[in-house]
């Protein structure tokens, strides 16, 4: 929030609406500019954080220069605040999520190369059908991350807009000089200006959303799928052992999916995450009541759901423990005459597989 009122200071300056001089200093208080959360938490019951940190922050440019402090937040209304410093939270975080997933799909890919010629058996409708390469299953989980990684790239791109519209939402404050200032605004924030403000837009973050729940669901599918092989009657993979990590409190005798379990229960969490952020849709006129003040817990939780699923996946699959031996005695007794290589297009369905993780996960490669 502070970098947002520092940079409007310097943007409003190179267009002479506000004393270059006035200018620098505001932008050197908020640089520094502390803040008790608590205090503005409780001072936050007028509906929003922005007004009463807008307040504070006044008074410590004021306590360098009354003169100055009377251009900070000039022209800018709390949403365009709030909704700017969310996105420069959000753009950071959702990069990391990428590079969790980007982890995620070479471990799904790195399986996929080596047990290419695995075998084991398919499972439809939880009950075992053919026999299919070990890699191809992989290549499956590979598959869905690659294409949620794609789609969450282009939706955080697409959400991570600056907001800057004034009290109404027409820059009214700055006249023709508008479109000039919300231009320099974002070139100082580094985000993509949007003329037309999203006060009561919210679709972006709608999508955005949407795409962390998919990628959370697809970690907590490989998690689900992960679990079940792990069952001690199946034990055709399993989780890398580690100190302290799938014990039972009172059953020693159980080595339990742990990381699966993040997986799949921040894929519960997400669906209903989404939903809300469906809801907040419906904001009435310019500025809505209720939506968009909850909005920011809602995608901090669909952050850190994604975070959490794809961080936990990311560290099973690399260090999973695929026993093929367990897999050809299950084939054997469970198959019967079945057993035989029946694999079909797996090989080809594994190297397309690889190639579309390729492109998604070049370097630089454009959503």
């Avoid at 998919?214 to 907590?220: C, F």
Wanted: aromatic fraction near 4%; include cysteine.
């Amino acid at each position: 929030m502070a970098r947002f009122e520092g940079a409007l200071a310097r943007a409003s300056a190179q267009h002479g609406l506000v004393p270059p001089a006035h200018a620098e200093l505001i932008s050197r208080v908020c640089e520094h500019a502390r803040f008790d959360a608590a205090q503005l938490a409780r001072d936050g019951r007028s509906g929003t954080l922005a007004i009463p940190f807008v307040k504070e922050l006044t008074a410590q440019v004021a306590a360098v220069s009354p003169e100055a402090a009377k251009h900070l937040h000039a022209g800018a209304t709390s949403q365009d605040v709030i909704d700017t410093a969310a996105v420069l939270c959000i753009g950071p975080a959702c990069a990391r999520v990428i590079d969790l997933t980007q982890r995620l799909g070479s471990a799904a890919s790195e399986l996929a190369r080596r047990h290419g010629r695995t075998t084991t058996a398919a499972r439809t409708l939880l009950q075992p059908a053919l026999p299919v390469p070990f890699g191809w299953k992989a290549a499956v989980w590979l598959s869905i991350v690659g294409r949620s990684m794609k789609e969450l790239r282009r939706a955080s791109a697409s959400a991570c807009v600056l907001q800057f519209g004034g009290p109404s939402g027409t820059l009214w404050f700055f006249g023709e000089r508008g479109p000039a200032v919300l231009a320099a605004l974002a070139k100082e924030l580094a985000l993509p200006a949007s003329l037309v403000p999203w006060h009561s837009a919210r679709d972006r973050f709608a999508r955005l959303g949407a795409e962390l729940a998919i990628l959370t669901g697809a970690a907590g599918k490989i998690g689900r799928d992960v679990s079940l092989l792990m069952q001690r009657e199946v034990r055709e993979a399993a989780e890398g052992a580690a100190v302290g990590r799938g014990g039972s409190s009172s059953m020693p005798h159980k080595r339990n999916p742990a990381l699966s379990v993040l997986a799949l229960e921040a894929a519960y969490r997400a669906p209903g995450l989404v939903a809300t952020l469906l809801g907040q849709l419906t904001s009435e006129h310019e500025r809505g009541l209720g939506q968009w003040q909850s909005q920011w817990f809602t995608m901090r939780e669909l952050v850190c759901a994604a975070a959490s699923a794809v961080s936990a996946m990311a560290e099973v699959l690399g260090g999973l423990e695929v026993d093929s031996s367990a897999m050809q005695s299950n084939l054997e007794s469970l198959l019967e005459d079945h057993a035989q290589d029946s694999f079909g297009s797996a090989s080809a369905m594994i190297e397309a597989a690889l190639a579309d993780w390729a492109s998604a996960s070049s370097p630089g490669k454009a959503p």
